[in-house]
């Protein structure tokens, strides 16, 4: 069976602050993908980054950065230099292959104040 | 990029009566798409897999009688909630798998802006 968890329930940073989300997954497969979205408070998922378990690269994107680490079946995301605009929920997930349904976390509520 | 749209963004009924939310693909063909419920602070849970042309496969603990699913078409699924209660009031969003596939046969799939019911 797939987990995902998410054991910061709600953060909260003074803009400009870096910060880490953390994603810890569980599965038996040997392929799968992990996913962030961010929900602001319209509801709508942003779609931010999909990895596949082969690819553990790390990646950035602007001040966005992601730690793919399978040793520790973690998929953290930081965000750097945090915005008022990045409040919002963030969820990570994970497909057991692409294209097939995601299964999330519970989520962690970011508040970036200014 | 491939859009998703959903059909009402927001509705009221009032209990007993029945909704019908629709879910199109805008700009690509979608055999799959998914059903999830989100209530409020909460994550998204899935509740169906709908395919067009056959039945949708639902999950555990959600009444596929009372969650009727119709795929008739590569571009559209719809859900309608059937007598709905209080309870039902939620958050739904589906999401569309791009029957095309791409590079390395990733299929990718997107999310609708989601349905916000509420059930008086």
């Known amino acids: 069976a797939q987990k995902v968890t998410q054991a910061q329930t709600e953060i909260s940073v003074v803009e400009k602050e870096d910060v880490t989300l953390d994603c810890v997954y569980e599965?038996?497969?040997?392929?799968?993908?992990l996913f962030w979205y961010k929900q602001p408070p319209s509801g709508e998922l942003v779609f931010l980054i999909r990895?596949?378990?082969?690819?553990?690269q790390n990646e950035i994107s602007g001040r966005y950065s992601w730690n793919f680490q399978k040793s520790t079946s973690s998929f953290n995301f930081t965000i750097t230099a945090s915005q008022v605009v990045d409040s919002a929920v963030y969820f990570c997930?994970?497909?057991?292959?692409?294209?097939?349904?995601?299964?999330f976390g519970k989520g962690t509520s970011l508040l970036v104040t200014p | 990029g491939a859009v998703v749209s959903q059909h009402p963004s927001r509705v009221i009924c009032k209990s007993g009566t029945s909704v019908k939310i629709e879910c199109r693909s805008l700009?690509?063909?979608?055999?799959?798409m998914f059903w999830y419920r989100q209530f409020p602070k909460q994550s998204l849970m899935l509740m169906a897999t709908?395919?067009?042309?056959?039945?949708?496969?639902?999950e555990q603990g959600v009444e596929k009688d009372k969650f009727l699913i119709n795929h008739a078409s590569l571009t559209l699924s719809t859900l309608t909630v059937t007598s709905a209660h209080p309870e039902d009031s939620s958050f739904y969003i589906c999401?569309?798998?791009?029957?095309?596939?791409?590079?390395?046969?990733?299929?990718?799939?997107?999310f609708g802006p989601g349905t916000r019911l509420t059930v008086t």
């Open positions: 999401s569309a798998r791009d029957s095309a596939g791409g590079p390395r046969s990733v299929y990718e799939q997107y």
């Open positions: 599965t038996r497969d040997t392929t799968y993908y």
């Open positions: 990895r596949n378990s082969f690819d553990e």
């Open positions: 997930a994970l497909s057991e292959y692409s294209g097939y349904a995601l299964n």
């Open positions: 700009d690509f063909q979608a055999t799959t």
């Open positions: 709908s395919n067009e042309g056959s039945k949708a496969t639902y």
